[in-house]
């Protein structure tokens, strides 16, 4: 695999650990409330769809917006070292690139 992939592949893992919680969080919230239902972080509201309860469900993916406290910071380290490792490994593999001869 090529190292420019490698990294692309990483930057999207680590925005996706970084981001992940709150999108979920956020996401879910609107698929409540397009649903005509409401979610609340202090209490369980019922939502009923299709003759179902899912306002635990909205209510706990509701909490996970708590997790970005964790994985905001976490993600903004990994996203230094993800910065610094790329520009060590494209420095040097510039440095070791063949010059390219004239053409004439």
């Known amino acids: 695999m090529r190292a420019r992939t490698v990294f692309i592949v990483l930057l999207v893992l680590i925005l996706l650990f970084t981001f992940g919680p709150a999108l979920v969080a956020v996401v879910s919230q609107l698929i409540a409330e397009g649903l005509g239902c409401q979610v609340d972080l202090h209490h369980v509201i019922p939502c009923v769809i299709g003759g179902h309860d899912y306002g635990q469900m909205f209510y706990d993916l509701g909490f996970l917006i708590w997790y970005s406290y964790l994985t905001l910071p976490i993600g903004g380290a990994l996203l230094a070292l993800w910065a610094v490792a790329a ?4 420095v ?6 063949p010059a390219k001869e004239p053409s004439c």
């Open 92 to 97: 040097i593999s510039r440095k070791h690139r």
């Open 87 to 90: 520009a060590v490994t494209f």
